[in-house]
């Protein structure tokens, strides 16, 4: 079974700062969708950025950006230039190809940015 | 684009009552999701449709808990009779197929 794992529960950073948050997958898929959602206090869920395994380029939205690393079944976000808010939960998730109702979360990670 | 729309955004209401969530999907989304989410478990999923037609209800906690989608835009989530560990948020979420997960703002449901 796919799992997801975010080994950070809490993180910080300085405001204009760079931090980067971890996630790890296990899977035997070798075609799939992996995500990174944001879940500010408003507790809505915000699509952050968005990779397709079958891409070497790592996907880069503005300040987001991740390293992708299939053979390392590892997924981290690097947030540049980090503003106040970016503090939210932060949440890795995985999405089959083949089954693609199939969605898998990680626990989270909350960023607390200083200012 | 309205996305997902749910409501209401807040419930309270006493154990034993029945709660109604409701769920509005995004136009030509054919997969709807329910998910509870709570700081012991994180993001659970409870049943998902495609369609209009449950697929799974594997994640759905007991038989207090029922969902349908009568038609493509419109799905409720009902606790009866609610209990207090039934406190949590709940979002609806629905996708296409390959798009990501577009999530509603969810509804969070207190139960005292």
């Known amino acids: 079974a796919q799992t997801v794992t975010q080994s950070q529960p809490e993180m910080s950073v300085q405001e204009a700062e760079t931090v980067t948050l971890s996630c790890t997958y296990d899977?035997?898929?070798?075609?799939?969708?992996l995500f990174w959602y944001k879940q500010p206090p408003s507790r809505q869920m915000i699509l952050v950025i968005r990779?397709?395994?079958?891409?070497?380029q790592n996907a880069t939205e503005n300040r987001f950006s991740v390293n992708f690393q299939k053979a390392a079944k590892s997924f981290s976000l690097k947030i540049s230039d980090s503003q106040l808010g970016d503090a939210a939960m932060y949440f890795c998730?995985?999405?089959?190809?083949?089954?693609?109702?199939?969605?898998?979360f990680g626990s989270g990670t909350k960023l607390n940015v200083k200012p | 684009d309205a996305g997902v729309i749910q409501s209401p955004r807040h419930e309270v209401t006493e154990m034993g009552q029945e709660v109604t969530l409701r769920c509005k999907p995004i136009s030509g989304h054919d997969y709807l999701f329910w998910y509870r989410q709570t700081m012991m478990r994180g993001l659970e999923l409870l049943i998902y449709f495609n369609n209009n037609v449950p697929i799974d209800d594997s994640g759905m906690p007991e038989d207090r808990f029922s969902a349908k989608m009568p038609n493509a835009s419109f799905s409720t989530l009902k606790i009866q009779p609610s209990e207090p560990r039934d406190s949590a948020v709940y979002f609806c979420a629905s996708t296409g197929g390959t798009s990501p997960l577009h999530f509603g703002n969810g509804t969070r449901l207190t139960v005292t």
């Open positions: 990779q397709e395994a079958y891409k070497q």
């Open positions: 899977t035997s898929e070798s075609d799939y969708y």
């Open positions: 998730a995985y999405q089959n190809t083949y089954n693609f109702n199939k969605f898998y």
